[in-house]
Every structure is written in structure tokens, then in C-alpha cells.
């Protein structure tokens, strides 16, 4: 039920469901002071969210930045979290989305030996049942490759961020009491909520950021101050979709 009234909410917050709103009562009301100002705001939230320069500076207050793996110390486990991979059934393989810097990056540092072990948290995130098992498949995948599958553990049952942080702590407590250091391996712009979900569980972590959007130093062209980009509005529901999910669980939980 939880997952569903959060795929409600997130469909709810995207500026295109506002677009659409705002288009549908520009069309249909029947008040002339209603259409102006639907038509008005369907303008602005296309001319806002589609204005790469403004989504870049609001990531920019967001995200948790990356930094280099020789900035960390060595730790015991690093914990990287799913909804890094789509599951392709015509292939029947895993199918790899952004977020799979995730776990190139837990990959390197376990060769760096900045990791004892690779812990990957997650069945997936999904309403329908879409073949998809994240941990358990990409456990397969990394034991093929040639990782020992003893350096591999695996949480095979959250599928949100909250379940993530409270399934994992009950893992490492439960049957790996032993392990003391714990890196979270997570997206730049998932980084914020994560870290958070986890100490609420009161699991001390230290955050290494993946696939950041945005660096320290900013660099803009000229085209992304004023050309309108449909990648940067679809982007912004991700921004958005963070940030209510962090409010709401420092609200809710």
C-alpha cells in the first residue's frame, strides 16, 4: 500500500502532470480570468523546468558531491543501493540504467581495496512484478565476473529507500554483527535521503556519491541559458521527487 500511495505521490509532484493540468484547464474552463491564468503558468512551467542552467543550480544546492576514492579511509562493507538496473526479458539479462555508476564505482574501491565486502541492498522498486530481483541477479552477474560470492551479501526484500536503511541495519545486525565501517554507495542527488534514512535507523555511514549531475566548479554553454531542453524537465521530477521524499520522512517516520 505504501509503495503505491508513493507512486500516487510522485506521479502527482512531476512538472508534466502540472503542464497537463495547466494545458487541460486552459482548454476547458469557462472563465475567462481561469484560462489566462492557466495559460500563464502552463508558459512558465515550460520556460522553468525546461531551462537547463536553473535545474543545474538547483541540483547543485542538492546533491551530495563526489569525491575521489583515495579522499576515503578503508572500510569493512560498502553498501550500494538498487535501482541501478532494469531487468530485459526478451534477453533475459539485466539491462543497466544511469544509477549503475553505483556499482562500477563499489566495484573499483573493492579492487582498490577501499572495501572488504560489496553489500547490494534492494529487490527493486517496481508495483508490477517485472522480472526484476537487483541484488540476487546482480550478485549472479558479479560472481561470474570473477568476485568471490563471500564478498558479495546481499538484502533481497526493501524496495524504497526507507526499507533499504531498516532492512539492511537488521542484516548487518542480525548476521554480520562483526562489521563496524560502512560506506553508502548511492547517487549524488539520492545521496541527501539516503544518508538520512540510515541514520535514523542509527546505522553511522559515510556517504561516496555516484553519478553526479553537476561538479565544484561550474561551466555552462551558452545554449543551456536560454534553449529549452526536454531532458532538463523530465530531470526535474527526480530533483523534485528527492526532496519531497526527504521532507516527508523527516515529517512522517
Known amino acids: ?75 569493512d562493507v560498502g553498501i550500494v543501493l538498487g535501482g541501478m538496473f532494469e531487468y530485459d526479458n526478451d534477453a533475459d539479462r539485466l539491462s543497466i540504467r544511469r544509477g549503475g555508476d553505483r ?15 560489496i553489500c547490494i541492498v534492494g529487490k527493486h522498486g517496481n508495483i508490477i512484478d517485472k522480472g526484476l530481483d537487483e541484488a540476487v541477479q546482480l550478485k549472479t552477474q558479479l560472481v561470474e565476473w570473477g568476485i568471490p560470492a563471500i564478498d558479495i551479501l546481499i538484502e533481497t526484500e526493501s524496495r524504497n529507500t526507507n526499507e533499504n536503511a531498516k532492512f539492511t541495519a537488521a542484516l548487518f545486525k542480525q548476521s554480520y554483527p562483526h562489521f563496524n565501517s560502512f560506506l553508502l554507495i548511492t547517487s549524488a542527488r539520492h545521496m541527501k535521503r539516503a544518508e538520512a534514512s540510515f541514520e535514523k535507523v542509527e546505522m553511522n555511514v559515510t556517504p561516496f556519491s555516484t553519478d553526479q549531475y553537476v561538479g565544484k566548479e561550474r561551466y555552462y554553454t551558452w545554449d543551456e541559458f536560454i534553449i529549452p531542453s526536454s531532458d532538463t524537465f523530465n530531470g526535474w521530477f527526480g530533483l523534485i521527487k528527492e526532496v519531497v521524499g526527504y521532507v516527508g520522512y523527516g515529517l512522517f517516520s
Not at 476547458?28 to 543545474?56: G, P, R, W
Open 103 to 117: 556499482i562500477w564505482q563499489a566495484i573499483d574501491l573493492y579492487k582498490a581495496n577501499k572495501i572488504k565486502k
Open 1 to 75: 500500500m505504501i509503495l503505491i500511495l508513493s507512486k500516487i505521490v510522485y506521479f502527482l509532484i512531476t512538472p508534466l502532470t502540472w503542464l497537463i493540468l495547466a494545458i487541460l484547464t486552459w482548454a476547458f474552463a469557462k472563465k475567462k480570468k481561469i484560462k489566462q491564468i492557466s495559460k500563464v503558468s502552463a508558459i512558465v512551467i515550460i520556460l522553468f523546468f525546461s531551462n537547463t542552467f536553473i535545474y543545474k543550480e538547483a541540483l547543485r544546492l542538492w546533491e551530495i558531491p563526489a569525491i575521489n576514492k583515495s579522499e576515503i579511509q578503508k572500510h
